[in-house]
C-alpha cells in the first residue's frame, strides 16, 4: 500500500501496531484501541492514536480507503470472562465499524477470525473444511464471517477474514504488555531467560503452527492490496510441539531449563493446529519467510544482547 488512509482497529495491540507502524512508512495511518490491551507506546509517531471502542457511534473512517479489523476480545479466556461483552466487542464491534466505513465510502475490509474453528488437527486445515464454534469466542468469530458475507452480497463490499495461526514476535516486540495472554513463545522464552521453568499442559506433546507477526503484516497488507473477497488461513505449514518449542530456546539462549508438565485447566482445548496456506498463496503470493528457528532466534536475541 502506498499514499493511502488507513484504519487499523485494535491497532495499539500487538498485531495491529505493527501493522500500523509498518504502513505508516507510506500511509496514513489511523489506529484505535479501548486500551484493553494495548498501549500506546506500541506506536511509532507517525501513526494517528484515537483512543475508543468499536462501539463507538463516531469513528474516525471519514476519507478512509481500508480499513483492517483486528479489534476483539482475542481468546477463549477473555471471552468466558464475559461472554456478553464479548459478543458486543467481536460481532457488534465488528458490523458498526465496517457499517460506518460503507457509509464513508471505504469499500475495502481485512479482519481477523480465527483458525481456532479447525478444532485439533495434525494435517493442515483448509479453509473449506467443516467447522464448528465449541467456544463463545469462535462463535463470535464465526459471526464475523457470515456478517462478512452479509455486507459483501448486500453491498458488494470486498472483505478478507484471515484466520491467524498461533502469532508471536517476543517480549522484546510488541507483546509484553500482553501478559498471560502473550503467545507462549513469548511467555516461555522470558521464563527460560530469567531461570524459571516454563508450565507446559499435559505431556507438552501438543503443536502449533507459530507463525512470525512479521509474514502476518505482510499476509494483511497483500490482502487489502488485491482485495480479496473471503476467508484466508496465515500461518506456515509446519507445527512444533511445546517440548520442541523449550527445546529451541534453551539452545538459543545457551540455558538448560527444565519444563514443569501441569494439568491442563481448560475444558475446551486445541492440541495441534497446522495451516493450509495455499489459497492465500494461489491468491497473492504470499508465503512464510520467517522459519520458526529463525523466528525463535529474533525473539530471544534481546536476552543475549542484555
Not at 512508512?25 to 471502542?53: M, Q, S, W
Not at 459471526?143 to 455486507?151: I, N, V
Request: negative net charge.
Amino acid at each position: 500500500m502506498d499514499g493511502k488512509r488507513v484504519l487499523v482497529t485494535g491497532g495499539a495491540g500487538f498485531i495491529g501496531s505493527n501493522l500500523a507502524n509498518h504502513l505508516a512508512e507510506d500511509n496514513d495511518v489511523i489506529a484505535l484501541d479501548d486500551l484493553y490491551l494495548g498501549t500506546p507506546e506500541n506506536l511509532d509517531d507517525a501513526v494517528e492514536f484515537h483512543d475508543a471502542t468499536v462501539l463507538d457511534d463516531d469513528l474516525p473512517t471519514e476519507g478512509v480507503d481500508a480499513v483492517f479489523h483486528l479489534a476483539a476480545l482475542s481468546s477463549y479466556k477473555m471471552h468466558e470472562e464475559n461472554p456478553t461483552k464479548g459478543a458486543r466487542v467481536n460481532i457488534e464491534g465488528f458490523v458498526n465499524t465496517v457499517e460506518q466505513a460503507r457509509k464513508d465510502g471505504c469499500d475495502t475490509v481485512v479482519y481477523a477470525t480465527t483458525s481456532s474453528i479447525y478444532g485439533s488437527r495434525t494435517e493442515p486445515s483448509p479453509e473449506d473444511m467443516p467447522v464448528e464454534s465449541r467456544t463463545g469466542y469462535e462463535a463470535s468469530k464465526l459471526g464475523r464471517e457470515r456478517y462478512a458475507e452479509y455486507f459483501h452480497h448486500h453491498y458488494d463490499l470486498q472483505l478478507a477474514g484471515m484466520r491467524f495461526f498461533s502469532v508471536y514476535q517476543g517480549f522484546g516486540g510488541a507483546e509484553e504488555h500482553k501478559g498471560e495472554f502473550a503467545n507462549t513463545v513469548a511467555q516461555f522464552t522470558d521464563k527460560i531467560a530469567n531461570g524459571e521453568s516454563p508450565e507446559l499442559f499435559g505431556d507438552g506433546s501438543q503443536t502449533r503452527d507459530f507463525t512470525h507477526v512479521d509474514d502476518i503484516v505482510r499476509g494483511l497488507e497483500l490482502a487489502a492490496d488485491e482485495r480479496l473477497q473471503g476467508i484466508y488461513n496465515l500461518g506456515t505449514g509446519e507445527s512444533y510441539s511445546f517440548n520442541e518449542m523449550v527445546e529451541l530456546i534453551n539452545e538459543v539462549l545457551g540455558t538448560d531449563v527444565e519444563p514443569v508438565y501441569v494439568e491442563n485447566p481448560f475444558e475446551v482445548y486445541v492440541h495441534d493446529t497446522k495451516a493450509d496456506y495455499s489459497k492465500m498463496h494461489e491468491a497473492t503470493g504470499w508465503e512464510p519467510e520467517v522459519s520458526f528457528e529463525a523466528g525463535v532466534e529474533r525473539v530471544c536475541e534481546p536476552y543475549l544482547d542484555g
